[in-house]
């Protein structure tokens, strides 16, 4: 039963694909165009939501002492400081120094957080959206690890100077962002 919108993940593992996206279906169907899905009537795109829904009832939730939910709250946190970092850097929260210096450290505190909760999956059917290239290439894996810590760490040096305007900080930052991206787009489904 194809989702418009959603291409088939790499591994082909559609129940997944379909557990980690119901959640969001609603907000995708709504807000994103996408040229690939036709147009369709509201009644329709609300029949969607409500099957996402339904799905996402029935085995969404992950178990908070498992691996999977060790890693994805640490990344959870650790959005809590990027984000603000983020919105600061886009003008959509106020500029505020002390605030951006204080993220940054928070970010530093968490810079090991999510690593040591990535076993081998082993029998795990936990929701998850880790690549199976983070066991089978374990150097890129951890080269993406180094590089990530290293653009904190040169984020946190610059911001334990005061942060007194977005220039001193904006390329620091946007090296933090690429890392998290760079890994999102080899290691993250
Ligand atoms: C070295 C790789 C790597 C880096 C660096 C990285 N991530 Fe991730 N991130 C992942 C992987 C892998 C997952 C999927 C975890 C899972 O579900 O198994 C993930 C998942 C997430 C999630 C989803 C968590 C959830 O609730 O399921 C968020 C949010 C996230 N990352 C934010 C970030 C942010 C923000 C940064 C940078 C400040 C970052 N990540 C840096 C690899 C990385």
């Known amino acids: 039963m194809p989702i418009p919108g959603h291409r088939r993940s790499r591994t082909g593992d559609w129940q997944h694909r379909l557990q980690s996206c119901a959640v969001n279906q609603c907000s995708t169907f709504f807000f994103v165009s996408d040229e690939t899905m036709p147009p369709a009537s509201p009644f329709k795109l609300l029949s969607l939501c409500i099957l996402g829904l339904t799905l996402s009832a029935c085995s ?4 908070p ?12 946190q650790i959005l809590g400081h990027s984000e603000p970092l983020g919105g600061m850097l886009l003008g959509r929260v ?10 940054a450290e928070g970010l530093v505190e968490l810079i090991d957080a999510p ?28 080269a ?8 904190v760490n040169e984020l946190a ?23 998290c991206k760079a890994c999102h787009d080899d290691y993250r489904r």
């Open 94 to 103: 106020a500029f505020d120094g002390e605030a951006f210096a204080a993220h």
């Open 60 to 63: 969404n939730q992950v178990d």
């Open 157 to 179: 040096a610059v911001t334990r100077e005061g942060v007194d305007s977005l220039d001193q900080v904006r390329q620091p930052l946007t090296a933090v962002q690429q890392a």
């Open 144 to 151: 993406a690890i180094d590089a990530y810590k290293s653009a």
């Open 115 to 142: 690593w040591a909760h990535f076993p081998e999956p082993g029998e795990s059917n936990q929701r998850n959206a880790s690549r199976p290239e983070i066991w089978s290439d374990p150097e890129g894996f951890a």
């Open 65 to 76: 002492n498992s691996p999977e939910g060790q890693r994805q709250a640490a990344f959870k």
